[in-house]
């Protein structure tokens, strides 16, 4: 009998590394650590890879380059096969580089659940696939009418983890990971941080996806949560003002100013509780 986040379940995990010795080491540390809950499969190549994502595995570790294909163009294709209800992490870069803004963006708008670069931490990208093949029950089920600040305000209250990803209408995306409730890292394009927070906070339109888990293990947010949206409020208020003030009416923001009124006593009421 299965318990409560399913600890007992069997997953099926596809391995598709292009490097055997990164794929055996990736291998030998999740049997470590999961024993046989997972059963594990290698595919060196692209077309290995599609031939074994037929079987609906539980999780994806796409490699960004393979020796028949690049890993990207792999992500659409393997995602259909596997269904949105299963999860694709892809991995790619080297040293210090990482992988470069444009191709994270375009990874997670073709499906990819979330991203590490090489070389990989492994206790972080265990405890990711904990979180990924064994959530807690989402805290919010129903999402209809949120927004994006609204989202960030009751996981900060819920103290959970959480992934919220933005994708606008042009293709642009952006993440904002908690963890325990606090804000850890922004991205957006090729900003980080605060302008990342920003810059989400502008769009006037746009999906929301959420994900139960911190996806990502870079720290590049360091004020507290309500700080931050404070911050991002006045900031927001301050640019219409200069808006205003140069006769421009015709403002792309996604908050009104009563939003950002709101957003600011809200941060305020909780800092004073």
Known sequence: MSDQNGQNEKYVILLALGKPDEALMFEEHLQKEFGDRLEIFRAPSGFDAMSLAMNKPKLVLLDQRLPDVMGLDMIEPIREQIGPDNHLIFVGGSGKAGIRPGLRDEALKRGATALFDRPVKIDLFIDTLNKLLYPHPPEHPHLNGLELIDLIQAYHHKRVDRTIRVFAPDGQGGSIYMLAGEVTHIECGAQQGFPAMLELMNWRE?????????????RTNKSPTQNLILDAAREMDEGRRDKA???DNTSSLFFSDADAEEIRMSALDEEID
């Open 245 to 247: 003030e140069q006769g």
């Open 206 to 218: 746009g999906n929301i996806g959420i994900w139960d888990a911190c996806l990502s293990p870079e």
